[in-house]
Nanobody
Framework: VQLQASGGGLVQAGGSLRLSCTAS????????MNWYRQAPGNQREWVAS???????SYSDSVKGRFTISRDDAANTMYLQMSSLQREDTAVYYC??????????????WGQGTQVTVSS
């Protein structure tokens, strides 16, 4: 099972980018999927989540600016990022969790995609 993240790049402050995370299996098998980011010198931080039931949550730092969504037909999760700030500069990672069989759960990280916001 693999996740492939893409869509990063260089954007000016105030601009927008859309990240994609394409899965090698059907989306309904994930219990939830997350976006994380890691800026240089910082720990990886959670950005947003979407569950198999469609429940969505965001970190306070991106709420109102980022939108997480998924297209089950395309086996892809998205992160639409708007009003980007220099503080959003980081490597962005997608993560998928589930299913579980007893105590054994599948969890998969995608490779990172770099987002750089210039002033």
């Amino acid at each position: 099972v693999q996740l492939q993240a893409s869509g990063g790049g260089l954007v000016q402050a105030g601009g927008s980018l859309r990240l994609s995370c394409t899965a090698s299996r059907r989306m309904f098998r994930w219990q939830y999927m997350n976006w994380y980011r890691q800026a240089p010198g910082n720990q990886r931080e959670w950005v947003a989540s979407i569950t198999s039931g469609g429940m969505i949550s965001y970190s306070d730092s991106v709420k109102g600016r980022f939108t997480i969504s998924r297209d089950d037909a395309a086996n892809t999760m998205y992160l639409q990022m708007s009003s980007l700030q220099r503080e959003d500069t980081a490597v962005y990672y997608c993560f998928g969790f589930g299913p579980c069989s007893g105590s054994e759960c599948t969890h998969v990280w995608g490779q990172g995609t770099q987002v750089t916001v210039s002033s």
